[in-house]
């Protein structure tokens, strides 16, 4: 099914606000993880673990479901299609891992977030640990990056389904 170009122009501008949402919000992240793992001042390390938890349950999150949801609505109602051109399976792809790896990082977020909560964290407490989302949010970030550059660049190439459609298409109606 295509979309109405009223309604392709909606879902496109519900795209690009919650991909480009969810970079800025993951940005917005790495800088508290990087200040809560540098600081010495406790009082900021607890802020920032505090607000990680908060931004990553209630902007990241939501931000980077919708831009799946809508990217899917988006591939599903163009011409594009899900499956016809490797750019936008790689976009796919990429979005579910980025999502998938935030999940799984939830709960080691909410961990050092209780436990700033609860206790005055030094610069050497769980610093294995807290380094994971830094590591994570910079690497999410320089993922989330490489959808942005496929949808404005749009490389070529159909996928052995996108061959098949394009040319059942071609042959025009079978009798």
């Known amino acids: 099914m295509i979309m109405t170009p009223g309604l392709r122009k909606f879902a496109l501008t519900a795209h690009v606000t919650s991909s480009v949402g969810t970079l800025g919000a ?3 992240f790495l800088a508290l993880a ?8 406790s009082q900021m390390v607890r802020a920032a673990y505090l607000a990680m938890e908060l931004t990553a349950w209630y902007v990241i999150v939501p931000l980077a479901l919708a831009s799946l949801l809508t990217g899917l609505v988006q591939s599903l109602g163009t011409p594009w299609g899900l499956l016809r051109h490797y750019w936008v399976v790689t976009k ?3 979005t579910v891992l980025v999502t998938i790896v935030l999940l799984l990082q939830m709960e080691l977020i909410g961990y050092l977030a209780d436990v700033s909560a609860e206790t005055m964290l030094s610069s050497a407490d769980l610093r294995v640990l807290r380094m994971s989302p830094m590591i994570h949010a910079a690497g999410g970030l ?3 990056l490489v959808p942005v550059v496929l949808s404005l660049y749009k490389p070529r190439g159909l996928t052995p389904y996108g061959w098949r459609k394009q040319h059942e298409g071609s042959m025009g109606p079978h009798p």
């Open 142 to 144: 320089l993922v989330l």
């Open 34 to 41: 990087v200040a809560g793992l540098n600081s010495e001042d």
């Open 92 to 94: 796919l792809l990429l």
């Open 26 to 28: 993951v940005a917005g």
